[in-house]
């Protein structure tokens, strides 16, 4: 592709040349909008001896890997096929109540429409949970009596969401990309966990239903016992104030705070994305903001911890803390990276910097003597 006015050779029109703070600037030709599609350059194909096989093979499946974590790493989210199988009638009567109860809950505090039409799926699914208990059942008389009080409050959230205005959500759900102390808040602590660091992938674990991560952030999860407080459509990702988006965020959500951006860069065959706000990029993965470089502080930008009453409030972070402490001591980094390939995202604190590994502390550079950290 040919090289664009102002475009250094690595493709960033109004990236850094020789490292941080340097900018090659703009051309006066520029026009923007400019949207550039990068194609992958043909080259012509190479006949190589058989005993070169292995090595391009392994290669392949590098390269595959990659590119299905990137796939995953923010993938739309799935029920596993147990809804869909006949519903065991020895569960019927716990599943529904499980769903009655997280609607009940959601009912005391939902405000937007998306909310409360969560509300009124959750109450219809009890009360189809609730009608598969059988007549042998001893707890059969009570089912009946629940289907009635379950239909009635269906009633009420339909008619909630059909008047409901458009207000903003509450944040008392969670979904595809929420962070993993957003479902612990909503969730409780699961109650077992599956950590593999070299996969980048941990399961967060609710008696028979399961929350998957990737990086801290959830990419799937399965509602075997129906007891997950999670959305069935895509969610916005909540944040502490208006006008301002955070890690997490829909491309939509960037584009009505931040505005058009001066530059937009796109890869053919693959998810990725950046937009450029003058020296400024967001990177995203599938319509989703997956890491940013706020170089002349221009992005409207906030990551906001999410506490729970059991987390620390010590001034200082340490080697094994999450996510959460260092956004609650440190604030909103100055730029965010994720390396999927490697399983890693860095934050940086101007040239500081704090390397995660499936949202927990993996080590550190503290070069500009600003990050308030303790060794253990």
């Given amino acids: 592709m040919s090289q664009q006015p102002g475009q250094n050779g690595n493709g960033n029109g109004n990236g850094r040349s020789n490292g941080r703070g340097q900018s090659n600037g703009h051309s006066s030709r520029e026009s923007y909008p400019l949207l550039e599609v990068r ?18 093979a392994l290669c392949v499946a590098l390269a595959l890997g990659t590119a299905g974590f990137i796939g995953l790493f923010m993938g739309s989210s799935f029920q596993s096929s147990e809804p869909t199988r006949p519903i065991p009638k020895a569960e019927a009567f716990r599943w529904s109540v499980n769903r009655a109860m997280s609607a009940a809950e959601l009912t005391q505090s939902a405000q937007s429409i998306q909310e409360w039409q969560q509300v009124s799926d959750w109450w219809q699914e009890a009360v189809e949970l609730m009608q598969k208990v059988p007549r042998s059942d001893p707890r059969y008389e009570v089912a009946v009596a629940k289907i009635s009080e379950y239909q009635t409050n269906l009633r009420y959230a339909q008619k909630r969401s059909q008047e409901a205005s458009s207000q903003p959500m509450t944040g008392d759900l969670w979904g595809i990309g929420s962070r993993r102390a957003a479902v612990l808040k ?15 992938k941990e399961i967060l674990q609710y008696g028979k239903s399961q929350v998957e991560l990737a990086n801290g952030l959830v990419v799937r999860y399965s509602d075997t016992d129906r007891n997950l407080k999670a959305s069935a459509t895509e969610l916005p ?35 990725q994305e950046t937009l450029h706000y003058g020296n400024s990029t967001v990177e995203l993965i599938n319509g989703r903001v997956t890491g940013y470089d ?19 409030r010590s001034p200082v972070w340490t080697t094994d803390s999450h996510r ?18 490697a399983c890693a995202e860095t934050l940086y604190y101007d040239n500081s910097s704090v390397s995660l590994k499936n949202g927990f502390i993996a080590g550190y550079d503290n070069l500009d003597r600003n990050l308030k950290v303790k060794v253990k």
Avoid at 40 to 49: K, M, N
Avoid at 186 to 200: A, I, M, N
Avoid at 238 to 264: H, M, N, Y
Avoid at 326 to 336: D, S
């Fill in 237 to 271: 990702i909540p944040t502490a104030q208006a006008g301002v988006w955070d890690v997490g965020s829909l491309k939509e959500t960037v584009f009505e705070i931040q505005g058009t951006p001066t530059r937009v860069l796109r890869y053919d065959y693959s998810d």
């Fill in 39 to 56: 194609r992958p350059i043909q080259t012509p194909v190479l006949r190589r001896s058989s005993s070169l096989l292995p090595l391009i």
């Fill in 324 to 341: 959460e402490d260092l956004l609650r001591v440190q604030g909103t980094p100055t730029q965010v990276v994720l390396n999927p390939s």
């Fill in 294 to 312: 706020n170089q002349t502080r221009n992005l409207k930008v906030q990551m906001q911890p999410i506490l729970t009453p059991q987390d620390s």
């Fill in 186 to 200: 909503l969730q409780g602590q699961p109650t077992g966990t599956e950590r593999y660091d070299s996969l980048c």
